[in-house]
Nanobody, 117 residues
Framework: QVQLVESGGGLVQSGGSLRLSCAAS????????MGWYRQAPGKERKLVAL???????VYGDSVKGRFTISKDNAKNTQYLQMNNLKPEDTAVYYC???????????WGQGTQVSVSS
C-alpha cells in the first residue's frame, strides 16, 4: 500500500505561482504512474497531469503550457509547478498514484489552491 502526503497549497493572486509536492511512502516500488487531479466545488474531479514511471507525461487541456509535473525518484516525491494561475484553477488538488499491486489507486488527502482575481 502507498501512502501520500501533500503540501504546498495556498492562496495566490491571479498570475502567480505555486508548487505542490507529494511524498510517497510504503510500497513505492509498485508505483507505475504518479499524478494530480483537482476538484472544484460542485464539479467532478478532473485530471491535471500524470507522469509515468518511464517519464511519459500527460496534461489536462486547461493547464497545458502553465503547469509542469516532475518527480524525484530518489525521494519518491512528485511535484506540480503551477505558473500563471487563474481564478478557474481554484480547487482542491489531489495527489494520485497508480500501482501494480492492490490497492491499485491511492489518493492524497487533498490540498486547497485558491486563486484570487
Amino acid at each position: 500500500q502507498v501512502q501520500l502526503v501533500e503540501s504546498g497549497g495556498g492562496l495566490v493572486q491571479s498570475g502567480g505561482s505555486l508548487r505542490l509536492s507529494c511524498a510517497a511512502s510504503g510500497s513505492t516500488l509498485s508505483i507505475m504512474t504518479m499524478g494530480w487531479y483537482r476538484q472544484a466545488p460542485g464539479k467532478e474531479r478532473k485530471l491535471v497531469a500524470l507522469i509515468t514511471r518511464d517519464g511519459g507525461i500527460v496534461y489536462g487541456d486547461s493547464v497545458k503550457g502553465r503547469f509542469t509535473i516532475s518527480k524525484d525518484n530518489a525521494k519518491n516525491t512528485q511535484y506540480l509547478q503551477m505558473n500563471n494561475l487563474k481564478p478557474e484553477d481554484t480547487a482542491v488538488y489531489y495527489c494520485y498514484v497508480a500501482s501494480s499491486t492492490a490497492p491499485y489507486d491511492s489518493w492524497g488527502q487533498g490540498t486547497q489552491v485558491s486563486v484570487s482575481s
